[in-house]
């Protein structure tokens, strides 16, 4: 276990990226709860790599989702719905990841929804450089079906009740409704979090990580690299 300042942590991960040797873009999973972090850390190591002059191309599993009414159909609170019905990874494993991967042509698109108008969204194909970096952000990405397409795995741990304190409190800053932040709340015990707990009891995420960060104190994180990693000395 490592702790430091947030700016060690972004340091020693963008070290561990530059560890990594792949003859095609390297994909990095950055995982966790909801909450956690995930997008934040993500975008603060994008700046530090960009500042290395390293070709960042950033995106997240919020533009892989499926439609409303079928990320739904089980119900507005299902568990089983958010880890089951939510993401489309057949696409995500076809415009993007696998693009990128090995044998890929590395022509890509970052999106293919668009949630504020819940429809099918195609962005232009782009053509990434061979030394590239993917940091996409998201829920469930250790999952066995996407398992295999990442070449380091970076998991954000957060105890589940902070989770929902977070959720609430960026509620409130959004949107300052106090019925707002009841729903979230309600969304997060009913739906969020015992999907995070599914996903534990069934993929084992942080078995499959290269690096765990501990970002219960976001200006004092903490974090490992676990005996199984294929990362060594961050």
Not at 92 to 112: E, I, M, N, S, W
Request: proline share 7%.
């Amino acid at each position: 276990m490592d702790q430091g300042t947030r700016g060690e942590l972004i340091s020693r991960l963008a070290e561990a990226i530059r560890s990594v040797k792949t003859a095609h873009p390297l994909r990095v999973a950055i995982d966790g709860p909801p909450a956690a972090g995930k997008t934040t850390l993500a975008d603060e190591l994008a700046v530090v790599l960009r500042a290395q002059d390293r070709d960042v191309i950033r995106a997240t599993i919020d533009d892989f989702l499926f439609p409303r009414a079928q990320r739904y159909r089980r119900g507005q609170y299902s568990a089983e719905g958010c880890y089951f019905d939510a993401h489309d990874h057949a696409a995500l494993c076809r415009v993007l990841l696998d693009p990128l991967g090995p044998g890929g042509d590395r022509r890509f698109q970052h999106a293919v929804y668009d949630r504020d108008t819940d429809t099918p969204s195609s962005p232009p194909a782009t053509t990434a450089p061979a030394d590239a970096v993917l940091l996409f952000d998201g829920v469930f990405l250790l999952r066995p079906e996407l398992i295999d397409r990442w070449d380091l795995r970076i998991f954000v741990s957060v105890p589940f009740e902070q989770t929902v304190d977070r959720a609430r409190d960026r509620g409130t800053a959004l949107v300052g409704s106090t019925a707002d932040t009841a729903e979230i709340e309600r969304s997060w015990r009913n739906r969020y979090i015992p999907s995070q707990q599914l996903y534990f009891a069934t993929a084992r995420p942080t078995d499959h990580a290269d690096i765990i960060v501990y970002n219960n104190q976001l200006q004092r994180p903490t974090w490992e690299v676990p005996p199984h990693s294929s990362i060594h000395g961050i």
